[in-house]
Structure formats: structure tokens, C-alpha cells
């Protein structure tokens, strides 16, 4: 449809997530048609230094440029809470509500056997190492949705028999919704009024 060079522009970017062939035939028009040489030349270098240079924190798996990450390293945090979310982003939605002063662990997923996630497809034995007497409680903040809710469900029943409270954040976020979209105040009040699982 379009020579080769341009197709192939294309065709990488209606791979990412959302960007459907026609967003991606329009943004590939956008840098070829609009964007100055040293705008693109800027792009690939914060994209290649970004990926070079960001990794997984070695504690909490969350996405960092240093290593171990701000909120692992920080004294100003509760050492004895952590909050388990499925991806970076739900990290991310949490500190803007402030109000979440512990720490985090990123699944990066959740079960689903349908899909083929199991339980070795997860961080779940990087979370459970982080298991020590310092640590009195484990919330689950996995999305409401099945995959979501039967991880929680999963860990708990790993994590309970360790002696070590679960909680549950409560529901307000919309049932298979993601905390990620949730605003701040259903998000301060889902962790506020989480239970025992
Ligand atoms: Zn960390």
C-alpha cells in the first residue's frame, strides 16, 4: 500500500497498545510529514536510553533507573505494609492519592490459566521472599476483575498461613475495572476501607 519503508513505520507502531492501523498510519505520517530531524533524533534517544537504563527494581519489581527504587529506598516509608498491585501503573495511581505510605510489590500480571499466566509468570517469589517479620501486613490492590480477584485469593491463602494480616481493598472501584483508571478519591477510599481476607 505504501513503500516499504513507510509500511514498516507503520506496521511498528499499530503495534502498541490502542494505536489501531489507522492512529498508527497518521502518527508514522505525523514524524515523516511534520516532525523536524532533531525532534526524531530526540524521540530515539530518550526511547533507546529509557529502555537501556530502566529495570525492575530487585525489591518491589515496579520500573526504576535506580536501583533499588525511590520507594524501597526511602526512610520515610512503612517498611511493615505492602501494597501488591498487578502492573507500574497502578503504582502510579496510588502515589498521586498520597495517601498510601507503605510499600508496593508489581505482580506484573495476574492468573489467568485461560490465558496461559500461572503462577511462575508472576513476581510471586519475589514477593514472598520479601516476607519477613518486619512485614505485618499484605494488601491486595489487584484490579477487581476475575484474574484480578483470584490472585488476591491465590496469595492470600499462600500469605495468611505465614501469620500475616491480608486485606482486601474494598470495592468503589467498578467490578472489572482497573485501578489504574480509578480516580484518587474511589482509590483513597478502596484502600481505606480495606478487610481482612
Ligand atoms: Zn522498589
Redesign the pocket.
Known amino acids: 500500500m505504501f513503500p516499504p519503508l513507510i509500511e514498516s513505520l507503520i506496521e511498528s507502531f499499530a503495534q502498541m497498545p490502542g494505536i489501531g492501523r489507522k492512529s498508527a498510519e497518521r502518527i508514522a505520517f505525523y514524524v515523516l510529514d511534520n516532525m523536524s530531524k532533531n525532534d526524531v533524533e530526540h524521540m530515539i534517544k530518550s526511547i533507546s536510553e529509557a529502555k537501556e537504563k530502566v529495570h525492575f527494581?530487585p525489591?518491589?519489581q515496579?520500573l526504576?533507573d535506580v536501583s533499588?527504587?525511590r520507594?524501597?529506598s526511602s526512610d520515610k516509608r512503612d517498611k511493615s505494609i505492602i501494597c501488591v498491585v498487578e502492573n507500574p501503573k497502578d503504582v502510579t495511581a496510588i502515589e498521586k492519592t498520597k495517601e498510601f505510605n507503605g510499600l508496593y510489590h508489581v505482580l506484573h500480571g495476574a492468573l489467568s490459566p485461560m490465558d496461559g499466566i500461572s503462577p511462575d509468570d508472576l513476581k510471586i517469589k519475589e514477593l514472598l521472599i520479601r516476607l519477613t517479620a518486619d512485614v505485618n501486613e499484605v494488601i491486595m490492590a489487584t484490579n477487581p476483575t476475575v484474574s484480578g480477584t483470584a490472585t488476591a485469593v491465590y496469595l492470600s491463602k499462600l500469605i495468611s498461613p505465614m501469620g500475616i494480616k491480608v486485606t482486601r481493598i474494598a470495592n468503589g472501584i467498578p467490578i472489572g475495572g482497573d485501578i489504574e483508571y480509578a480516580d484518587e478519591i474511589t482509590l483513597i477510599k478502596a484502600l481505606e476501607g480495606r478487610q481482612n481476607m
Open positions: 527494581c525489591i518491589c515496579n526504576t533499588p527504587c520507594i524501597c
